[in-house]
């Protein structure tokens, strides 16, 4: 079955445009109000969201929906993704849900599920829920009497700044260190400074003025510039920049310097490796992760155990495997011990712990292995073609891989968001890496019509 509202992470769109309208928002509670009553228990949802102003108008949408199923409803406001997901399984609700469209620029929103669980939904779950939503759901309606209320949660930051404060031991603080703080005017820009300075850090805020129209606007972790130069502007140790959402992260060292996802979880994997805290013994990441890290691993007796790009089927694989760790090159970092999906602010905290346990700058503590020459580019084709169905490109991708003769990988996929297909290689030699990726895209471009 196709689907129809539900992508790679939840459903997102254009404010006001379908899908993310208020009509649709209704119907998302309706169905999954619907769907996740089961049992004579009083029903409830957990509703959060990111500062974006379109959220005021799909917030009551869903309110309306929920209420109509005869869920109550707790209003948590402003609140990172994993909060809402940590916060669903601890206050034993039924049904989680996040509005925001995580890294996007305002005018976007989206609607993301959590099950009781605290996880994402399945992909056959969410095709459930979009059945319902097709469906005819008047006669599912509550009598009046059994309609569902709404309240706010006035204490959900403080419970959600405790338990990421407790994932660290009582003896390790951050006294010392000087970090720049970016925000992104996104869903962390409350709670987020608040866990640094308890912790005993020295904080330099950005993104922490949300107006419902700068979220994301040069600033988080897709805009790494304004952390990098602040960080040098105010010779802070470290820079950590949130995503809209606040479930993802990217770091800076003290010379402005980006490290990336796999150099931040190669640092936490091998740590709790030697501490005894790595379950698995291994570290799930996606297949966009670089072949550096893979063999820095297995120089550690680490496994890297890689799916297919988006958290929810790295979460999938931590689950079925019993590892603790894992994420996306991106800075989506899951750490199962603490979170039931990627955690951004939750991520720097181990990561700061890490580096506080050991001597020297960020610059060399943080880059704990040689990443080989990676390119990607995107190749753009015409809706309904299949350009990775010609013979062709079939044969320019068989002579590439021949050609890397095992001192490197290509990767290529179709994005699931828009007619690209993505063009991935590395390898030990940059200029075939650069050949390779040049040969297989002019081929695509020649037929992508």
């Keep these: 079955m196709s689907r129809k509202y539900f992508g790679t992470d939840g459903i997102r769109g254009t404010a006001n445009t379908a ?52 869920m109550d409803v707790m209003l948590v406001g402003p609140m990172p993704t994993p909060a809402v997901a940590m916060l669903t399984k601890s206050m034993r609700a039924d049904i989680g849900v996040m509005i925001s469209a995580s890294h996007n620029p305002f005018q976007d929103n989206g609607i993301k599920l959590f099950g ?46 405790e338990a990421v404060k407790s994932s660290l031991p009582g003896s390790v603080t951050l006294e010392g260190l000087r970090i720049v703080l970016d925000c992104a005017h996104g869903a962390g820009y409350s709670v987020a400074p608040k866990v640094l300075r308890e912790l005993g850090a020295d904080v330099i805020e950005i993104g922490t003025s949300p107006n419902g129209l700068n979220i994301n606007d040069q600033c988080g972790s897709t805009y790494t510039k304004t952390m990098c130069d602040r960080v040098l502007a105010e010779k802070a140790d470290v820079g950590i920049a949130l995503d809209g959402d606040a479930d993802r992260v990217q770091m800076c060292d003290e010379k402005g310097h980006l490290i990336d996802g796999d150099q931040l979880m190669g640092l936490v994997v091998t740590h709790w490796k030697r501490t005894g805290q790595l379950r698995g013994n291994a570290l799930v990441a996606t297949v966009m992760s670089n072949l550096g890290l893979e063999r820095y691993l297995e120089s550690n007796d680490v496994r890297l155990i890689r799916t297919k790009v988006g958290d929810r089927y790295v979460v999938e694989q931590m689950r079925a495997l019993d590892c603790n760790v894992g994420g996306e090159q991106s800075g989506h970092i899951v750490l199962s011990d603490f979170a039931s999906t990627g955690d951004g602010l939750l991520a720097a905290l181990q990561v700061l712990a890490v580096l506080a346990s050991r001597e020297g700058p960020v610059s060399e503590l943080s880059r704990v292995f040689e990443p080989l020459p990676q390119i990607l580019k995107n190749v753009r084709y015409s809706a309904g073609s299949d350009p990775l169905a010609q013979s062709s490109v079939i044969e320019a991708i ?16 179709k994005s699931g968001t828009e007619p690209l297909i993505r063009v991935m290689a590395e390898g030990d030699d940059a200029i075939k890496v650069e050949q390779i990726v040049d040969g297989i895209v002019a081929e695509i471009t020649a037929v992508a019509g």
């Design 398 to 413: 068989s002579l590439a891989e021949r050609a890397f003769n095992g001192d490197g990988r290509i990767l290529i996929r």
């Design 116 to 161: 009781p669980d605290g996880f994402k939904l399945s992909d056959e779950v969410e095709l459930e829920i979009e059945a319902l939503m097709e469906s005819d759901l008047s006669g599912k309606l509550v009598p009046a009497n059994a309609l569902g209320r709404a309240k706010r949660i006035d204490d959900a930051p403080g419970r959600y700044i």
């Design 19 to 70: 899908p993310m309208t208020a009509e649709v928002a209704l119907k998302v509670g309706m169905a999954a109000g619907h769907y996740f009553t089961r049992g004579d228990h009083r029903h409830k949802v957990v509703i959060g969201k990111d500062t974006r102003l379109s959220g005021y108008m799909l917030e009551p949408a869903l309110v309306a929906g929920f209420t109509s199923m005869g």
